[in-house]
């Protein structure tokens, strides 16, 4: 989905191409829904139990974790009974001697230091979780065809025909089921997801104090509000050492500082060449020489920004657009560390954030301004469409000079963009810049680690021989 966005988009700048409003709309909704899923199982599925102790929730209290969660949140899912039955879940998975998906996980780790009463809450959440991206998936499969893989994106536009009063293209039907699984999947990412993230914050606060790494940020903009992208309901730009106030922003997607400023260095990749290279002219061509330890190590090459690795992902945006003044940053953000305080009376603060437990709490506060933003760009839909408007594609026309063009997304594992070199209406040349490059970087050239590496620096581990706490800072 976010590459199959990138690569249109890509050509679309090449072709200085505009988009129509119903076409940004509609692809809004589906980058929206399709990071809501992303969020949720970034945490539950790929990282909670980096912090919940499965094997303690035998001995929770379900009265008392029902009590405890009704201090928390609203959340209607959260009796006594439906915490009963994630506990007998887990105790027959205990007793059976087969623990199957929990089978290596370090359960009574010294660094494990929740409640039993926390432990089933968390898992309870972790079960229902799996509905909930699911609901988020079903969006993306509604406007997009299929899951993953989508298939009505066009460079122009998408090819989603509206008729309201049709089943067979994009109708009322189709509309009000995307609204309706919409705010089911906003209930649950603002009632659960981020008050179970505070929770978790609240009691392990030694976490806000580990895992930093890289203090450069970057984050381009995203979900354009006009045909011509040049105004977005998400910002985008840089900080550098972790500097919030010096922070310098995009005006575009595709501005002209970012355009310039992107390139991959190979010294320590298994990649020929020499020197870093900016996307348009760079190369992918394998050069495996085996381990060589301070020679190449990695088949991750290392994007740098003007010459600096950088970190990307939900803590940055949020950094970037708490800095900027972006009212809804600001409101989540706020939010969240009002309920850490409430809950643990731990007073974290932006600058907190610099840390393993501030990426996860990052991503929390960003799946609740998505959420707040996808009722608002389903209603712009429903607005234009009311105006008359059914356009959802504007023709592209290939030139026969040659094109460059950058197309980017604020994706939910970070800034990703795609590279394309058009000539004589081909593909001449093309590279992908994607989230997980910028962050797992080897070193580049000067020596100079990517944030994987030098967030991992200085983790104190209460077990070398189980590296729970490296995980944790990953997975963040």
Not at 235 to 249: C, E, S
Request: net charge negative.
């Amino acid at each position: 989905t976010v590459h199959a966005m990138a690569s249109v988009r890509s050509v679309e700048d090449a072709l200085k191409l505009e988009i129509p409003l119903n076409a940004q709309y509609v692809r809004n909704l589906i980058l929206i829904a399709h990071a809501l899923h992303d969020h949720i199982v970034h945490f539950y599925q790929l990282s909670a139990l980096d912090w919940v102790d499965v094997l303690q929730i035998p001995k929770a209290d379900p009265a008392a974790t029902s009590k405890l969660a009704e201090s928390l949140s609203p959340w209607t899912r959260n009796s006594r009974n439906e915490l009963k039955a994630a506990q007998d879940r887990v105790n027959a998975v205990a007793s059976s001697g087969q623990l199957g998906i929990f089978a290596n996980g370090y359960w009574g780790h010294p660094a494990m230091q929740l409640s039993p009463e926390v432990n089933l809450l968390a898992f309870s959440h972790y079960v229902q979780a799996l509905e909930y991206q699911r609901k988020a998936l079903q969006v993306v499969g509604i406007l997009g065809s299929k899951t993953p893989h989508i298939q009505n994106l066009t460079v122009g536009g998408v090819a989603n025909a509206i008729d309201l009063d049709s089943q067979a293209a994009l109708g009322m039907d189709k509309l009000e089921m995307i609204r309706s699984l919409l705010a089911d999947v906003t209930q649950f990412v603002q009632q659960v997801y981020l008050v179970d993230v505070c929770a978790v914050a609240a009691m392990y606060p030694e976490w806000f104090k580990i895992g930093s790494g890289v203090k450069n940020y970057l984050a381009v903009p995203d979900l354009p509000l006009d045909s011509k992208g040049s105004a977005y309901d998400l910002p985008g730009g840089y900080i550098r050492n972790g500097d919030l106030a010096g922070v310098k922003g995009f005006q575009t997607a595709s501005d002209l500082i970012f355009r310039q400023s992107v390139t991959e260095d190979v010294m320590h990749a298994y990649y020929q060449g020499e020197k870093p290279l900016h996307p348009w002219v760079g190369e992918t061509e394998p050069a495996f020489t085996g381990w060589e330890g301070e020679q190449k190590y990695s088949w991750v090459k290392a994007p740098r920004f003007n010459g600096e690795p950088m970190q990307v992902g939900p803590l940055a945006q949020v950094l970037i657009g708490y800095s900027q003044g972006h009212a809804l940053t600001r409101k989540y953000t706020d939010l969240a560390i009002e309920k850490i305080a409430a809950i643990g009376g731990v007073r974290a603060t932006p600058a907190a954030m610099h840390s393993t437990l501030g990426r996860h709490a990052a991503r929390a506060i960003r799946a609740c301004m998505l959420a707040e933003l996808a009722q608002k760009h389903w209603q712009l839909l429903m607005d234009n469409i009311a105006k008359g408007d059914y356009s959802v594609h504007n023709q592209p026309v290939l030139p026969s000079h040659e094109v460059q063009g950058v197309g980017t997304h604020e994706a939910p594992r970070g800034t990703l963009s795609h590279w394309v070199v058009i000539k004589d209406e081909k593909i001449k040349n093309y590279q992908a810049v994607v989230p997980s490059t910028w962050n797992a970087s080897p070193r580049d050239h000067t020596g100079a680690h990517g944030p994987y590496e030098a967030s991992l620096l200085h983790t104190p581990l209460a077990r070398p021989e189980e590296l729970l706490e490296v995980l944790r800072t990953v997975h963040s």
